[in-house]
């Protein structure tokens, strides 16, 4: 067997450019009969990698694609209502779905998007994986024919939509890792794809959509098509000059790329920032002078990331990145080590340079959340409804059945719906900013709620910071984006008196505005009041406050206050030593409150 030769032959029958180590990993684990994750952004082909591995074994292909709505029927299959109405729960009446299939014929099930399937769908694999059968009510036990096994996909985590897959899942898969590919190899691909011969076409395109993935007022670059886009439009326009390529990219780039809402800036003004800076490099190349200007560029080192360095050196390191902005590969570490020193920061760097410091800042914060959260799902309530024309949802064959068996004609209003529906929850979260929490520790617990909110999508939230006074950061009715929440949250510096009083007075009024009766607050705190009244009669008005009790290695908290203000509140108390609790702790309140409710 020889591997390189087979990778060379996927690479020429499917028209892959590079990825010769992916190829062979991807080999290796649907030959060994391993299931295979392959991860990595929009448009890295990781679609095009899985199905070419599939075809070039002859293996047959059952293709699924994940979201939200998906459920564990449409995955296994599912009884024909008409037929199932005159037959009942057989075979005959039962219609197998894309993992039936796939298990019968000993195929390959490429599940598209695996990270933005239910949990409960996702669940419904493990079996499969393990033991290579599943169980289907009514039907008995489905086994896998030799050959059976799962290639699935999933982008990163992002902020709505995916989540972690749960560990036991996981530890399913072999792991392939894809990433956006080198710039020689991207011009191969639009060339090979667009069919062009016009070299610049092809670099100044390509050059284009590399630099939104770096520009840091964009939060997610473009990918391939883009560059296939751009090309094909200037390839018909037959003109590659500065007007002609901007009214073009205008065109191709504003659907592909996210504008980063804090930066303050619009897509087009962010695309003319780009193309400036692409025909600048084009003209120094031209004369010859881009070779000199990378070689002088190349001769500056790039410090390692340590958490020891103090404030001066971490100002210099900040200036060095922004000098090597477009080849600083972001690191999480010096993030969270921005965010704990931004109110200082703030005081030392430019506005172009602390623009940069917060966008590192930002996704290290998120990326922290996201990994403590796991797979994130909101609570869904199931209701039975009476079928009337329009109405979407699942037909209940057993309810359904038990109204018509004693009928001798069938109406609609015979016919059981169910409906799943999200559970709508409002939510209010005090923030003690007086205690040693500026920084990196505000905005993890503030950007906590937001993501949640963003990738459970069944609540809304109001942040309210409280030190002398109380104030409103995001209003329950505003609409917020995370990075510019989080951007706010760290230029507020740690210090002053505490007036939990005000706190849980502007919480309420803000809880007050959601229209719902499902109603949530979060007040996080160390307990000590040093100015205002006593917060425990204002505590007494939130209908259900979940208390965050911080204790530190400078002091401990005040517990009595805290657990009197969760008593009064019909709440909980929850102590914690470290922030970074903050993230569960929170996902498990809004669900426990959420169930309770309902």
């Given at each position: 067997?020889?591997?390189?030769?087979?990778?060379?032959?996927?690479?020429?029958?499917?028209?892959?450019?590079?990825?010769?180590?992916?190829?062979?990993?991807?080999?290796?684990?649907?030959?060994?009969?391993?299931?295979?994750?392959?991860?990595?952004?929009?448009?890295?082909?990781?679609?095009?990698?899985?199905?070419?591995?599939?075809?070039?074994?002859?293996?047959?292909?059952?293709?699924?694609?994940?979201?939200?709505?998906?459920?564990?029927?449409?995955?296994?299959?599912?009884?024909?209502?008409?037929?199932?109405?005159k037959k009942g729960y057989v075979r005959e009446t039962f219609i197998p779905g894309p993992l039936t299939e796939a298990m019968n014929k000993g195929g390959i099930l490429f599940i598209n998007e695996l990270n933005r399937m239910p949990e409960g769908v996702q669940n419904v694999l493990l079996p499969a994986m393990d033991e290579g059968q599943i169980e289907i009510p009514y039907i008995g036990t489905i086994k896998a024919e030799a050959g059976f096994l799962i290639i699935a996909t999933q982008n990163p985590l992002e902020f709505?939509?995916?989540?972690?897959?749960?560990?036991?899942?996981?530890?399913?898969?072999?792991?392939?890792?894809?990433?956006?590919?080198?710039?020689?190899?991207?011009?191969?691909?639009?060339?090979?794809?667009?069919?062009?011969?016009?070299?610049?076409?092809?670099?100044?395109?390509?050059?284009?959509?590399?630099?939104?993935?770096?520009?840091?007022?964009?939060?997610?670059?473009a990918s391939i098509r883009a560059a296939l886009s751009i090309a094909s439009l200037m390839n018909i326009l037959n003109s590659n000059s500065k007007e002609n390529v901007r009214d073009i990219a205008y065109m191709a780039l504003p659907t592909r790329i996210q504008i980063r809402e804090e930066s303050g800036k619009n897509v087009y003004q962010v695309i003319d920032e780009i193309l400036e800076k692409v025909f600048f490099d084009e003209d120094l190349f031209r004369s010859g002078k881009l070779e000199e200007k990378k070689e002088?560029?190349?001769?500056?080192?790039?410090?390692?990331?340590?958490?020891?360095?103090?404030?001066?050196?971490?100002?210099?390191?900040?200036?060095?990145?922004?000098?090597?902005?477009?080849?600083?590969?972001?690191?999480?570490?010096?993030?969270?080590?921005?965010?704990?020193?931004?109110?200082?920061?703030?005081?030392?760097?430019?506005?172009?340079?602390?623009?940069?410091?917060?966008?590192?800042?930002?996704?290290?914060?998120?990326?922290?959340?996201?990994?403590?959260?796991?797979?994130?799902?909101?609570?869904?309530?199931?209701?039975?409804?009476?079928?009337?024309?329009?109405?979407?949802?699942?037909?209940?064959?057993?309810?359904?059945?038990?109204?018509?068996?004693?009928?001798?004609?069938?109406?609609?209003?015979?016919?059981?719906?169910?409906?799943?529906?999200?559970?709508?929850?409002?939510?209010?979260?005090?923030?003690?900013?007086?205690?040693?929490?500026?920084?990196?520790?505000?905005?993890?617990?503030?950007?906590?709620?937001?993501?949640?909110?963003?990738?459970?999508?069944?609540?809304?939230?109001?942040?309210?910071?409280?030190?002398?006074?109380?104030?409103?950061?995001?209003?329950?009715?505003?609409?917020?984006?995370?990075?510019?929440?989080?951007?706010?949250?760290?230029?507020?510096?740690?210090?002053?008196?505490?007036?939990?009083?005000?706190?849980?007075?502007?919480?309420?009024?803000?809880?007050?505005?959601?229209?719902?009766?499902?109603?949530?607050?979060?007040?996080?705190?160390?307990?000590?009041?040093?100015?205002?009244?006593?917060?425990?009669?204002?505590?007494?008005?939130?209908?259900?406050?979940?208390?965050?009790?911080?204790?530190?290695?400078?002091?401990?908290?005040?517990?009595?206050?805290?657990?009197?203000?969760?008593?009064?509140?019909?709440?909980?108390?929850?102590?914690?030593?470290?922030?970074?609790?903050?993230?569960?702790?929170?996902?498990?309140?809004?669900?426990?409150?959420?169930?309770?409710?309902?």
């Amino acid at each position: 067997m020889n591997i390189e030769r087979m990778v060379e032959e996927i690479q020429s029958k499917y028209g892959i450019i590079g990825r010769e180590k992916e190829i062979k990993k991807a080999l290796l684990a649907v030959m060994a009969s391993k299931h295979l994750l392959i991860e990595g952004a929009v448009g890295v082909g990781k679609t095009v990698l899985a199905t070419a591995i599939a075809s070039y074994l002859n293996r047959e292909i059952f293709r699924v694609d994940g979201d939200e709505r998906y459920t564990e029927q449409k995955l296994t299959g599912w009884f024909d209502p008409p037929l199932a109405l005159k037959k009942g729960y057989v075979r005959e009446t039962f219609i197998p779905g894309p993992l039936t299939e796939a298990m019968n014929k000993g195929g390959i099930l490429f599940i598209n998007e695996l990270n933005r399937m239910p949990e409960g769908v996702q669940n419904v694999l493990l079996p499969a994986m393990d033991e290579g059968q599943i169980e289907i009510p009514y039907i008995g036990t489905i086994k896998a024919e030799a050959g059976f096994l799962i290639i699935a996909t999933q982008n990163p985590l992002e902020f709505v939509g995916t989540g972690n897959i749960s560990e036991a899942l996981k530890d399913r898969f072999e792991h392939i890792p894809l990433s956006f590919q080198n710039e020689r190899e991207e011009l191969e691909i639009v060339k090979l794809r667009s069919n062009i011969k016009n070299e610049e076409i092809l670099k100044i395109a390509v050059k284009i959509v590399r630099a939104t993935r770096v520009h840091p007022a964009i939060k997610r670059g473009a990918s391939i098509r883009a560059a296939l886009s751009i090309a094909s439009l200037m390839n018909i326009l037959n003109s590659n000059s500065k007007e002609n390529v901007r009214d073009i990219a205008y065109m191709a780039l504003p659907t592909r790329i996210q504008i980063r809402e804090e930066s303050g800036k619009n897509v087009y003004q962010v695309i003319d920032e780009i193309l400036e800076k692409v025909f600048f490099d084009e003209d120094l190349f031209r004369s010859g002078k881009l070779e000199e200007k990378k070689e002088e560029e190349g001769k500056k080192s790039l410090p390692t990331s340590s958490s020891s360095y103090g404030n001066q050196d971490l100002v210099n390191k900040i200036k060095h990145i922004i000098n090597l902005i477009e080849t600083f590969n972001q690191d999480e570490e010096l993030g969270i080590i921005i965010a704990r020193n931004f109110p200082f920061l703030m005081l030392k760097l430019n506005e172009q340079e602390l623009h940069f410091a917060k966008n590192l800042a930002t996704k290290a914060i998120i990326e922290k959340i996201l990994k403590s959260l796991g797979h994130a799902r909101m609570p869904i309530e199931r209701k039975k409804l009476d079928y009337f024309p329009g109405l979407k949802g699942e037909l209940d064959l057993e309810d359904t059945f038990e109204k018509i068996m004693v009928k001798e004609s069938l109406e609609a209003k015979d016919i059981s719906i169910q409906v799943k529906e999200p559970k709508r929850l409002g939510c209010s979260m005090m923030l003690d900013a007086s205690l040693s929490m500026a920084g990196d520790k505000l905005a993890l617990a503030s950007a906590s709620l937001a993501v949640l909110a963003l990738k459970l999508k069944f609540f809304d939230f109001s942040v309210v910071i409280f030190k002398d006074n109380a104030r409103v950061i995001k209003a329950m009715d505003e609409i917020m984006s995370v990075e510019r929440l989080i951007g706010k949250i760290l230029e507020i510096p740690a210090s002053g008196y505490t007036n939990i009083y005000d706190g849980l007075d502007k919480g309420l009024i803000e809880l007050n505005k959601f229209p719902y009766k499902e109603k949530l607050s979060v007040i996080i705190t160390d307990g000590y009041y040093t100015v205002g009244p006593n917060p425990i009669p204002m505590a007494s008005k939130h209908p259900n406050l979940f208390v965050i009790m911080v204790n530190s290695e400078q002091s401990n908290a005040n517990e009595k206050v805290c657990s009197d203000m969760a008593k009064v509140g019909h709440g909980q108390l929850f102590s914690i030593m470290n922030i970074e609790e903050i993230p569960i702790i929170l996902y498990n309140a809004l669900r426990d409150i959420s169930s309770r409710l309902s």
